[in-house]
């Protein structure tokens, strides 16, 4: 009879439990099941009038139904406050395109980047990183450039002065001597910096910026300008980037030539970065002239080296698309703020 | 420099397609920036005849022309009054597109067919110099013997095609006709062909250059001084195909004998002079430095101030010619000329090119004299203008030249090591291959061992040692053997250590810490106006600035000594445009003159700038105090007395009794004088300090195992007591128990008083041996506030 009984309210139980719908009514129907006058509670009860033999057996029937409905009861509360919780969670749902808050953050000077990037790829391959004065002695800067005074490749550079033998550095190169002078090879040096020129128009400005790059040792050949410019390239604009060189003339380097960089925004197939040639002039190089190294107390006869230079105003254009070498120096947020 | 195709071809048995050739000589080093075709607009025009002219029926201004083009008779109809029956014209026809954009067509003209258009000089690109006629107001009016039907490119020589070649400073040689096809030669291993040198002398006539001219070389500038004359001289047009030549170089023909000395300029590089010998005072002509006070006046119609730094040609009275760079209106030929003096010099390029740089006067001549002419060059020079001279039939050759050389002309021997090449190259080019390419470009060379014996010509002067040998043999073997090369063969040099710039390194720290708090690196002009001074008030060192001897403008003919000031016009430019709530900041160097004749004094700086309404001067400390913490710095603030910033709201920065820096509100007078808003803040550090202190070092104190207490305090001080001080007491009265305070509430109201503020403190407390109870805590605060009543007068709030 018990039993019976025990089955018909755990049915019963069992369905209020699954048809209930939310926590206080689970309540309730706890308190049907296990409250005081609970119908369990009451069968509990009724336990001691039961027969030696009858109770243990029904003692563990109540123990199951128990077990059950109160396993029951939890998990349907436990959906509740789930569903409660996801309900809370809902209501607390915020406009993710509204704007962020108070972590505006500013952005480098694209030239200043470009240096910083130039800077590591060559401290990488063993260079080391130096400076010379902006306001330079013409020694420095042509003399020990091997370029006299009056003599024709001046005509190459439009030189500020300040006094007759006092100016603005025209070049990088102007600290390729003073490190000469200092160091013994084997040495690989590379100086950023700005540099000045009598000249401003559309596609010049008096103002700009280069960055040299000297190695001196025994035996250094224009094989292994070919080889350190296409790393240094390649790990500038990209695995695939190639170099080609062509003649040219430089008082401090003989031979002299220009390096024509592969476009990285075509990959040589041609484009307007490129002119539709799909190459990039960007740096001019050669073996350093022997007489220079003479004139900073190299010996010639036993050490070599090479030379090259290249303008990180047009390197920093061709790296972020910019079209007029006049955005640099405006330093107009509206054009920085692209570069972030 | 300018060559034509057929020029080159004179030379040279060179016959390949001329965008081939450009690019050939680009590649071994003669950049062809620019190849022209004289005739690219004169296609579809033709030499004509009007056979008949009748008034247009429709029309009173315009006639209706016959005219005979060759092959048939086409009607045209013009407005133009100065043709006639029988004239010979120029006659574009439809498909023609003239230099001054017009295309002609078929076209009806008040109902009369037009079948093409007559041409003027003007729109055939050419000017009374070059032909005549084709400066007149109207149509150019052919000679009568032009074949009808004649291409009019051809009937008028405007068939060349030019290439405007790019000469680098070494190769003076190169800036003549002969020096470009010499390349040519070695490019595709020909042969340059014999120039012309002879003329015929004046046999029947028993005078001598003597009798004409005598020369005394005064100067040590003057390296070779040549002269001739020539009798008999009649000065006239030159003939067309001589016109044709300079007109495509770009050189204004003017008559025969001036004309043949541009001529041989172009074609030798050898710079000449004719003389009016009649003019030239006591026939005696004197190569010295002028004297002080001496005056001439120039055939670009200035007049120039001589003195001892310029060389002239004078005659026995005064300066005929500014020597290698211009010459004089009184001495020139005209055309009443009848005897010429022909002058062949070389001059020291050195004096050339500074007498041309002090007058501003840049003419062909001294374009070539002050690269370097050399000195075999003046001998061939004037045989050449010779020849054209008597095969021109323009005058007389008299007997004999006058040559005064100080320098000799000579051939010199270079040793090249074909193993040094080698190495120098990094790539084997064959011995063979060398030999010839040498030989190719003139340089007589033979095999000796292992060694190349190079007899170098006088005008390669630039070639004297492996190097140049080196750069020879790759330009004209080609470049192109590097691009095989497999990139990672680099040997040599590679154990270097690489070592970076350690201002460069914390100037990067500082950067990217000032970007992620919203600042945009600036980069700035350097180059300033000598105002800024004054619009910064500055009253100190930085008064001296860098000037320029040789500006382009005002606006930027010094060099800033200070941040401060790039930085604000950058603000004030950006307020300009519309930009807002800027912070901007920039890593640069300042200079300090110390005088003209000694290097200034470098700095480098980090400067930043805010403008922003969220932003103060606790903020901008805040900044700065990130920055410093960088370092291992330790640092004071003192009241600055930067004179752009606000006398009380501004700070220096001390190491060491030193100022690496300050920062601080914009003094309003300079934010007057940068139109910019009084709320700017400015703050600098010198970088070059800060990069010299040693590497930041820490030394980890044990952590106490018991829990940190805090306790807050408010009290009311008086408005001048420092918060710095307050702090420092605390502290103190903390003893060893001490581990943080922070200031968290400024509070000013007139309940608690007139010039008093309350602060508020959060004091944190930790004992490395217990918990502190409440008791312990307690009693520290109490010491705290009784030594901050005695000492500031602080009273509980």
Sequence with gaps: MIKEELININQEAEKEIESSNDLKTLNEIRIKIFGKSGSITILSKGMRDLSNDDRPIIGALINEVRSNLENKLKQKEEFFKNQELLNKLENEKVDITEPSKDCEIGALHPI?????????????LGFSVVEGPEVETDYYNFEAMNIPKNHPSRDMQDTFFISENILLRSQTSAVQAREMEVRKPPFKIICPGKTYRNENDSTHSPIFHQLEGLVVDEKISMADLKAMLTIIMKKLFGEDTTIRFRPSFFPFTEPSIEVDVSCPNCHGRGCSTCKGTGMLELLGAGIVNPKVLEISGIDSKKYSGFAFGFGLDRTAMILNDINNIRYFYKNDVRFLKQMK | MKVTYNWLKELTDINVPAEELASKLTSAGMEVEEIIYQNEHLHDVVVGKILKIEKHPQADRLVVCQVDIGKEIVQIITAATNVFEGAVVPVSLPGADLVNGVKIQKAKMRGVESCGMFCSGQELGIDENYFEGAGVDGILILPNDMKIGTPIDQALMLNDIIFDIGITPNRADCMSVVGIAREVCALYGIKLKKINLNYDIDIYSKETVRDFVNVDVETQNCYRYMAAAITNLKIERSPLWLRARLNAVGIKPINNMVDITNYVLIEMGQPLHAFDGEHIGGKQIVVRQAKFGEKITALNHNTYDLDESVMVIADENKPMVIAGVIGGMDSCINNE????????????????????????????????????????????????????????????????????????????????????????????????????ILNNLGIETTLQGRNLICNVPPFREDIENDNDLAEEIIRLYGYDVYDKIDYKLFKNAYITEGCPHPRLNLERAFRNMLVMKGFYENISYTLVSQDMTNKLLLNDERTNLVKLANPISEDISCLRSSLAHSLFQNVSYNLSVGNKNLKLFECGRTFISKSSNELPIENNYLGMVACDENFDFFYLKGIIELLLNKTSATYELVRSSEPYLHPGIAADIIIDKVKVGSFGKIHPLVAENYDIPHNVFYGEINTGILAQLPEKKFHVQNISKFPIVERDLAIVVDEEIKVGDLISSIKSSCGKLYYDVKLFDIYRNANIGENKKSLAFNIKLSDMEKTLTDEEVSQIVNKILKSLTYKYGATLR
Excluded at chain 2, 339 to 349: K, M, R, Y
Excluded at chain 2, 369 to 385: C, P, S
Excluded at chain 2, 402 to 416: F, H, L, P, Q, Y
């Design chain 1, 112 to 124: 200043a980047r470009v240096i910083d990037k130039l800077t590591d790829i060559c401290v990488e």
């Design chain 2, 337 to 436: 000329t009848s005897t010429c003096v022909l002058e062949g010099a070389v001059f020291d390029l050195k004096s050339i090119r500074v007498t041309s740089r002090k007058f501003g006067v840049r003419t062909d001549s001294s374009a070539r004299y002050e690269k370097g002419v050399n000195i075999a060059n003046a001998e061939v020079g004037i045989a050449r203008a010779l020849h054209l001279v008597s095969s021109l039939k323009c005058g007389k050759v008299v007997r004999g030249i006058i040559d005064i050389a100080t320098k000799k002309n000579e051939s010199r021997k270079v040793i090249g090591s074909i193993d040094k090449i080698n190495e120098i190259l990094g790539v084997e080019i064959p011995t063979k291959d060398m030999v010839s």
